[in-house]
């Protein structure tokens, strides 16, 4: 979540949650926040990064 800019529907598909709603589960569950809201607090500031 913090070194990509991949939509969270292909982070589930890739981590093998399968779904973008298992993993927002999960997620949720594991760290107690959304993935959104995760990203929106630990994003480095300045331009979104490209392709990592």
């Known amino acids: 979540m913090e070194s990509t800019d991949l939509p969270v529907e292909q982070i589930g598909d890739r981590s093998g949650l ?6 927002r589960r999960h997620f949720t569950r ?23």
């Open 18 to 23: 399968g779904t973008a709603a298992n993993l």
């Open 30 to 52: 594991s760290v107690g926040v959304s993935p959104s809201d995760y990203r929106r607090a630990f994003r480095p500031s300045g331009p979104p990064s490209r392709g990592r």
